[in-house]
């Protein structure tokens, strides 16, 4: 038993010293190694990881290094485990916390901010001015799992009690580990005002989070929600999942296909999710006067930008990073509501073992692959058992 006194444990979910997790090296390297079962503090909870979506900013971090931030620099080879879309069970209690209890199933959310900061203090966590800045003699507390702390690819991690969710009994662990995903879009589209019933909505690019971007939006009210994008498959979700419209770029100009679909009046919100060279472009000649673009890709280049078209026409972009101001916890009343199936887009499962393989399927997107899931050996045991 590896936990002090003041953590409270409970004999139904016994908490082993050691984990196996999965250790990044050098770019693109990864190895199964065993760490210590992490303690939770104050105001933190242990959660037994049962499972972990990859996401395509896993792929960076692992093959390139950034966002991720450890110890002030680059992630490689000081034993750092990547993976942050993750679910699982709550096993300990860090002293004091009664938000939560043992045995509880969470989603979670990426970004702890510091808490002391200008922005953390305005609400803004996930544009903490601390970020990263948790070792040595500047830890100021912030903590992003799988960004700037260990992440989900193990069996055990700590969690702030700010940072998580509860799921319905009935959403599988699958589904939960898409709740973080389409708490992304809902934060997009909170940044953009509060989408309100009837407003229209162009999502560009049908991968995760433009695919949850489409569901959130509908079931937010917009009309019509237009989804642009390269894949018919991907289009053809987008269309379970609340599209009125898909457009296929390599078919007809995004720009034209939008006018026509509006009769010439353009869109009030465009969620930029492709990273296409010239989608931000695009995307201003998508919204009418006044309209906002929110940016949620990360484009490798630097796009040329016509600015003068967006100051003429009274046009904000807006950049979010992760999923903040709490939207995770809107999301997954969403889904716990059943007002769209994120399950559409959770193509393939593997057992935690074959990371490396998944990962593979993931960024090759080998059989159409979307969302890619890894779980935990105690989390199939539990399914078999059950079934
Ligand atoms: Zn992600
Ligand atoms: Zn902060």
Known sequence: MAMPTNVKTDQDYPVPATMKAWVL???????????????????????????????????????????????????YNKGFTPGHEYMGTVVALGPGVDEYAIGDRVAVEIHAGCGQCRRCREGMYTSCHNYGKNYGDVDKGHRANGFTTDGGFCEYQINNINTLVHVAD????EEATLVVTAGTAMYGLIELGGLVAGESVVVTGPGPIGLMGVAVAKALG?????LTGTRDNRLEIGKKLGADHVVNVRNEDPVEAVQRLTDGKGVDYVVECSAAPNAINDAARMVNRGGKICLAAFP??????????????NIYVYGIRGEGKTATHRAEAFMRQKRFDATLIHT??????????????????????????????HAVARLQAAE
């Open 300 to 313: 490798t280049d630097a796009p040329v930008v016509d600015v003068a078209h967006l100051v003429r026409n």
């Open 222 to 226: 917009a009309q019509p929600v237009i």
């Open 170 to 173: 009935d959403m599988s662990d």
């Open 25 to 75: 090296g050098d770019p693109g390297e990864l190895t199964l190694q065993d760490k210590p079962v992490p303690v939770p503090e104050r105001a933190e909870v242990l959660v037994r990881i049962d499972a972990v979506a990859i996401c395509a900013t896993d792929l960076e971090i692992i093959c390139h290094g950034p966002p991720a931030e450890i110890q002030g620099g680059d992630p």
């Open 348 to 377: 393939h499962t593997f057992p935690m073992t074959e990371l490396p393989e998944a990962i593979r399927y993931a960024k090759d997107r080998v059989e159409d692959a979307i969302k890619v899931v890894v779980k935990n050996d």
